[in-house]
């Protein structure tokens, strides 16, 4: 593609009679040649359509500045983070006197909810733009990670730039020639390391996730309102209840403890999600979710573990890990489930470095050139193995069963088979991990033949059986001995069910708490189900609402 053509998809112009709607909600702003309209790392950025004169798009991610392109007049700014929230990653400098078309990120939100075609142009523009600089662009290098692949927090930080969509790149101390260089230039030592930089500076020395969010900015404040509903998780089902709940009008809050997408975010693609012939990765189904709920204000705050939840006067108070509160009429809890751990002595010293838990990129690049091993019978492991041997030299998928098709779908047994360097090994568990800094190998034995044999893999990706995620629960939400949250007609003879009617069908025992996804008792394990029962919630939400009088 040409770079005019290609201009003109990543910063159209808008039209007259498009920029008038604009203008309603705008300020008019005149800026001299030079003046630093949006500075790197600034938060709560506006969003600006230029109405005479340009603007550079600046950056400095690998230490030079340099100008990324102009906007010019009619043409717009921005980029996803408008709505959901993030510093900015680029500067705004004026080049020449301009006048621009200043929008605070509420009314844009106004603008897009009015006005359906604007609203497309507006979001479809942002999206491309956020995937071109993210995956495309030569220009703009992001953060630079700099750490060791035998470092656990190396490792955390990676992955949690990645699940985040911050574009990032990682130089391994193990590898890469310009790290020392580049540690004596920053002052720093290895031992400081893992580092996160920008530029020629240093940005944060082995950062906690609570920093990264701080640094990044995409914590979004919690209000002290009343919300109408407040949603726990931000998994499929978690997004799909946000976006219906404020689209039809519901004061929404979502709180996610890591990073939207939930388990279908660590997923590389999904093929059986109605509307995706050709499958479409987890982190970008959750990334067009996020933008969704935000367009219609919900809003989204990220790094909230919710760590308990009690009642006061009929209103629901949800405790955060960081000693927050948020407290709503409704809850839907959808926290869904995690994997469970290897039961193999001393396997946890290898968690983040050499046992993981999803097969995305971040972890690929680990494992290039060696052999892996892959634990499960089911359609994430099937998925990860074959993700994975487009990745690494051989796949070693392990199952406890006979074969894989009680388990697991067609397609994906099919894949599996066509694939040279996957090797199937049915009856099979692990026995014991080997290694020292990092995993070295695995001992494998057939439970059948009681064969043992060693395999030399420098990773295990595990997907053994799932545990709900619900021990912050109190004793009126009830749940069966696994720990799955009992909802509908399963909870209508329950003690604890107070009110004077049948319980909804995703209503748990406590009326006016509800449950969706796979946290769920009896719950389909899917992506397409989750978010069915996310939207369905929203329907029964309504209901309570009406009946309630808070
Ligand atoms: C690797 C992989 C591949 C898969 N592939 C497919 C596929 O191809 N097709 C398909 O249909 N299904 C697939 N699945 C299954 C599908 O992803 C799940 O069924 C679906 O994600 C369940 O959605 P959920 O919203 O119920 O829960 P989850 O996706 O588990 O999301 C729950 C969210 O809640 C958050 N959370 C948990 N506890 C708290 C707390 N206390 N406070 C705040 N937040 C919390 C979590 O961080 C998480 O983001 C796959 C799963 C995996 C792991």
């Given at each position: 593609m040409d770079e005019k053509t290609l201009n003109s998809i990543l910063f159209p112009k808008l039209s007259d009679a498009q920029i008038a709607k604009i203008e309603k909600f705008a300020q008019l702003k005149s800026y001299r040649d030079g003046e630093v309209i949006i500075e790197i790392g600034d938060c709560d950025i506006c969003f600006f359509v230029i109405k005479s004169g340009k603007m550079a798009i600046v950056d400095r991610s690998d230490g030079a500045e340099k100008t990324i392109t102009f906007v010019e007049e009619k043409q717009f700014t921005g980029d996803v983070a408008h709505l959901t929230g993030g510093r900015a990653v680029m500067s705004l400098i004026s080049q020449g006197d301009c006048q621009v078309y200043e929008v605070a990120a509420a009314d844009l939100r106004q603008i897009l909810r009015e006005n359906s075609s604007l609203s497309d142009l507006i979001l479809q523009t942002f999206i491309v733009r956020r995937q071109y600089y993210m995956e495309e662009s030569k220009d703009f290098s992001g953060l630079r990670v700099i750490g060791s692949r035998f470092s656990r927090d190396t490792f955390r930080i990676r992955d949690f730039l990645a699940k985040n969509r911050r574009k990032f790149t990682w130089l391994d101390l193990e590898e890469h020639q310009q790290v020392d260089a580049l540690l004596r230039q920053l002052h720093i030592s290895e031992a400081d390391t893992p580092v996160v930089v920008y530029g020629n500076e240093l940005v944060l020395k082995n950062p906690t996730t609570a920093e990264l969010v701080e640094r990044l900015g995409i914590k979004n404040p919690i209000q002290a309102t009343l919300y109408d509903l407040a949603i726990v998780g931000a998994g499929p089902a978690g997004l799909a209840a946000a976006v219906y709940g404020a689209s039809e009008g519901l004061n929404t809050i979502i709180l996610e403890h890591i990073a939207p997408g939930g388990q279908a975010g660590t997923s590389s693609k999904i093929e059986n999600y109605l509307g995706f012939p050709t499958g479409i990765s987890g982190t970008d189904l959750a990334n067009s979710a996020v933008l969704q709920a935000n367009k219609f204000g919900a809003q989204l705050a990220l790094n909230c573990q919710v760590v308990k939840l009690t009642f006061e006067d009929g209103i629901a108070v949800l405790h955060l890990g960081s000693g927050e509160h948020v407290t709503a009429k409704c809850v839907l809890i959808a926290t869904g489930v995690e994997y469970k751990k290897l039961n193999i002595e001393g396997c946890d010293r290898f968690d983040g470095v050499g046992i993981y838990y999803a097969a995305t990129t971040t972890e690929a690049q680990m494992c290039r050139g060696s052999q892996v091993a892959v634990v499960g019978g089911a359609n994430s492991a099937g998925q990860a193995a074959v993700f994975l041997a487009e990745h690494v030299e051989k796949v070693w998928l392990l199952i406890r069963g006979e074969d894989l098709s009680k388990s697991m779908s067609r397609y994906l047994i099919c894949r599996i088979e066509q694939m040279d360097n996957i090797e199937l090994l049915c009856n099979t568990e692990i026995s014991q991990i080997g290694g020292d800094d990092c995993l070295r190998s695995i001992e494998v034995s057939n439970h059948k033949t009681g064969e043992r044999r060693s395999l030399d893999v420098t990773a295990v990706f595990t997907f053994i059986g799932a545990v709900p995620r619900t021990n912050w629960l109190p004793q009126a939400i009830k749940t069966d001995d696994k720990g799955f949250i009992k909802t509908g007609l399963a909870v209508a003879d329950s003690a604890e069910w107070s009110a004077g009617r049948q319980p909804f069908l995703l209503e748990t025992s406590r009326p006016g708490i509800f449950a969706a996804g796979d946290?769920?008792?009896?719950?389909?394990?899917?992506v397409a189900s989750a978010v069915g029962e996310g939207s369905i919630a929203v329907q029964f939400i309504h209901q309570y609402l009406a009946e309630i009088s808070i």
């Amino acid at each position: 593609m040409d770079e005019k053509t290609l201009n003109s998809i990543l910063f159209p112009k808008l039209s007259d009679a498009q920029i008038a709607k604009i203008e309603k909600f705008a300020q008019l702003k005149s800026y001299r040649d030079g003046e630093v309209i949006i500075e790197i790392g600034d938060c709560d950025i506006c969003f600006f359509v230029i109405k005479s004169g340009k603007m550079a798009i600046v950056d400095r991610s690998d230490g030079a500045e340099k100008t990324i392109t102009f906007v010019e007049e009619k043409q717009f700014t921005g980029d996803v983070a408008h709505l959901t929230g993030g510093r900015a990653v680029m500067s705004l400098i004026s080049q020449g006197d301009c006048q621009v078309y200043e929008v605070a990120a509420a009314d844009l939100r106004q603008i897009l909810r009015e006005n359906s075609s604007l609203s497309d142009l507006i979001l479809q523009t942002f999206i491309v733009r956020r995937q071109y600089y993210m995956e495309e662009s030569k220009d703009f290098s992001g953060l630079r990670v700099i750490g060791s692949r035998f470092s656990r927090d190396t490792f955390r930080i990676r992955d949690f730039l990645a699940k985040n969509r911050r574009k990032f790149t990682w130089l391994d101390l193990e590898e890469h020639q310009q790290v020392d260089a580049l540690l004596r230039q920053l002052h720093i030592s290895e031992a400081d390391t893992p580092v996160v930089v920008y530029g020629n500076e240093l940005v944060l020395k082995n950062p906690t996730t609570a920093e990264l969010v701080e640094r990044l900015g995409i914590k979004n404040p919690i209000q002290a309102t009343l919300y109408d509903l407040a949603i726990v998780g931000a998994g499929p089902a978690g997004l799909a209840a946000a976006v219906y709940g404020a689209s039809e009008g519901l004061n929404t809050i979502i709180l996610e403890h890591i990073a939207p997408g939930g388990q279908a975010g660590t997923s590389s693609k999904i093929e059986n999600y109605l509307g995706f012939p050709t499958g479409i990765s987890g982190t970008d189904l959750a990334n067009s979710a996020v933008l969704q709920a935000n367009k219609f204000g919900a809003q989204l705050a990220l790094n909230c573990q919710v760590v308990k939840l009690t009642f006061e006067d009929g209103i629901a108070v949800l405790h955060l890990g960081s000693g927050e509160h948020v407290t709503a009429k409704c809850v839907l809890i959808a926290t869904g489930v995690e994997y469970k751990k290897l039961n193999i002595e001393g396997c946890d010293r290898f968690d983040g470095v050499g046992i993981y838990y999803a097969a995305t990129t971040t972890e690929a690049q680990m494992c290039r050139g060696s052999q892996v091993a892959v634990v499960g019978g089911a359609n994430s492991a099937g998925q990860a193995a074959v993700f994975l041997a487009e990745h690494v030299e051989k796949v070693w998928l392990l199952i406890r069963g006979e074969d894989l098709s009680k388990s697991m779908s067609r397609y994906l047994i099919c894949r599996i088979e066509q694939m040279d360097n996957i090797e199937l090994l049915c009856n099979t568990e692990i026995s014991q991990i080997g290694g020292d800094d990092c995993l070295r190998s695995i001992e494998v034995s057939n439970h059948k033949t009681g064969e043992r044999r060693s395999l030399d893999v420098t990773a295990v990706f595990t997907f053994i059986g799932a545990v709900p995620r619900t021990n912050w629960l109190p004793q009126a939400i009830k749940t069966d001995d696994k720990g799955f949250i009992k909802t509908g007609l399963a909870v209508a003879d329950s003690a604890e069910w107070s009110a004077g009617r049948q319980p909804f069908l995703l209503e748990t025992s406590r009326p006016g708490i509800f449950a969706a996804g796979d946290v769920r008792l009896g719950s389909v394990k899917r992506v397409a189900s989750a978010v069915g029962e996310g939207s369905i919630a929203v329907q029964f939400i309504h209901q309570y609402l009406a009946e309630i009088s808070i």
